[in-house]
């Protein structure tokens, strides 16, 4: 059983940044593709980035590119999410998740992921 726990959401200005982070505990942190999703208000999820096991793949959503960056440190079996030039409509609650598949290619497809993060709330004030 793998176990995520995000952390680093707050309330910002429009323009400020923040660095999201999630602790994966339970699994073999370095086989899992992981991503980062977002859920505002009213809306249905939506992919906002993802890394291959080694870091050496990176997909973005095109409303982040630019501004948001995904990490990981294997190590220290935790990925980052470094948000800088934040905007109001980047509010929401944004979730770690996990795909222990040992496919290769990072996926923008949330049916793709097995286990998820509670979430952390993003509230950027314009």
């Known amino acids: 059983q793998v176990q995520l726990v995000e952390s680093g959401g707050g309330l910002v200005q429009a323009g400020g940044s923040l660095r999201l982070s999630c602790a994966a505990s339970?699994?073999?942190?370095?086989?899992?593709?992981m991503g980062w999703f977002r859920q505002a208000p009213g809306k249905e999820r939506e992919f906002v980035a993802a890394?291959?096991?080694?870091?050496?793949?990176?997909k973005y959503a095109d409303s982040v590119k630019g501004r948001f960056t995904i990490s990981r440190e294997n190590p220290k079996n935790t990925v980052r999410l470094q948000m800088n030039s934040l905007k109001p409509e980047d509010t929401a609650v944004y979730s770690c998740?996990?795909?222990?598949?040992?496919?290769?290619?990072?996926?923008?497809?949330?049916?793709?992921?097995?286990?998820w993060g509670q979430g952390t709330q993003v509230t950027v004030s314009s």
């Open positions: 339970g699994g073999t942190f370095r086989n899992y593709v």
């Open positions: 998740a996990a795909d222990v598949s040992l496919t290769v290619a990072p996926s923008r497809d949330a049916t793709q992921y097995d286990y």
């Open positions: 890394i291959s096991r080694s870091g050496g793949g990176i």
